[in-house]
């Protein structure tokens, strides 16, 4: 009987998913992430939000969230706005390749 050399197996390097990129290609449209509840949308013109409690936080660009009565919030990158399913909003790009993330709560 002979022992052989047994050679390791080498995990997979992990990938990265870039998330301004994930959503560029589906402009105007939310785009799932794999495996969670979590969306992203390249702002393009005029999007109604849906009807959820979570966080809306800005990747990149700069955006207004009309709010009822006459409210809004400008979200840059890395701000974060609290959504509430019944508070109506909307949103739009205020700078070119604006990225929207929505995460609702569980």
Excluded at 3 to 29: F, I, M, N, W, Y
Excluded at 31 to 39: A, C, E, S, T, Y
Excluded at 61 to 75: T, W
Excluded at 78 to 101: C, H, M, Q, S
Aim: charged share 20%; proline share 9%; aromatic share 6%.
């Amino acid at each position: 009987m002979t022992c052989g050399t047994v050679t390791p197996v080498k995990p997979d390097v992990p990938q990265s998913l870039h998330l301004a990129r994930l959503a560029q290609g589906s402009p105007g449209e939310w785009v799932r992430l794999p495996g969670g509840r979590v969306r992203v949308v390249n702002l393009s013109g005029t999007l109604t939000g849906p009807a959820e409690t979570g966080w809306l936080l800005c990747l990149s660009g700069e955006a207004v969230v009309d709010l009822p009565l006459s409210n809004f919030v400008r979200l840059r990158p890395a701000e974060g706005y609290r959504v509430r399913a019944n508070e109506p909003w909307t949103a739009f790009g205020t700078k070119d390749g604006t990225v929207l993330i929505l995460t609702p709560d569980e």
